[in-house]
């Protein structure tokens, strides 16, 4: 069946770095557009990031660009976040996220959450 495996959140200070990680399995990952998505508290869930299913080109949401960098391993079936630089503004539940270049048939990991703090 088709799982997305969300890990890396946790609790890190101001500025400071973390990298998620999704591990996807029981699809073709490589004909899936692979995203990032967040969702605070009392928050509509926002696009983070995405790259395309190639990995040649990626798109990152204003509030993010410049701190945040995405990649995918097709080879692994996984897909990265590295955030560094982070803000108490960054908290959050991280999703990652698959949508197929055609169908736009689409699946969701259950989140990991992120927490921003002094």
């Given at each position: 069946q088709v799982?997305?495996?969300?890990?890396?959140?946790?609790?890190?200070?101001?500025?400071?770095?973390?990298?998620?990680?999704?591990?996807?399995?029981?699809?073709?990952?490589?004909?899936?557009?692979m995203s990032?998505?967040?969702?605070?508290?009392?928050?509509?869930?926002?696009?983070?990031?995405?790259?395309?299913?190639?990995?040649?080109?990626?798109?990152?949401?204003?509030?993010?660009?410049?701190?945040?960098?995405?990649?995918?391993?097709?080879?692994?079936?996984?897909?990265?976040?590295?955030?560094?630089?982070?803000?108490?503004?960054?908290?959050?539940?991280?999703?990652?996220?698959?949508?197929?270049?055609?169908?736009f048939s689409?699946?969701?990991?259950?989140?990991?959450?992120?927490?921003?703090?002094?």
């Amino acid at each position: 069946q088709v799982q997305l495996v969300e890990s890396g959140g946790g609790l890190v200070q101001p500025g400071g770095s973390l990298r998620l990680s999704c591990a996807a399995s029981g699809f073709t990952f490589s004909s899936y557009t692979m995203s990032w998505y967040r969702q605070a508290p009392g928050k509509e869930r926002e696009l983070v990031a995405l790259v395309t299913s190639t990995g040649g080109t990626t798109h990152y949401a204003d509030s993010v660009k410049g701190r945040f960098t995405i990649s995918r391993d097709n080879a692994k079936n996984t897909v990265s976040l590295q955030m560094n630089s982070l803000k108490p503004e960054d908290t959050a539940v991280y999703y990652c996220n698959a949508r197929h270049i055609r169908t736009f048939s689409a699946y969701w990991g259950q989140g990991t959450q992120v927490t921003v703090s002094s």
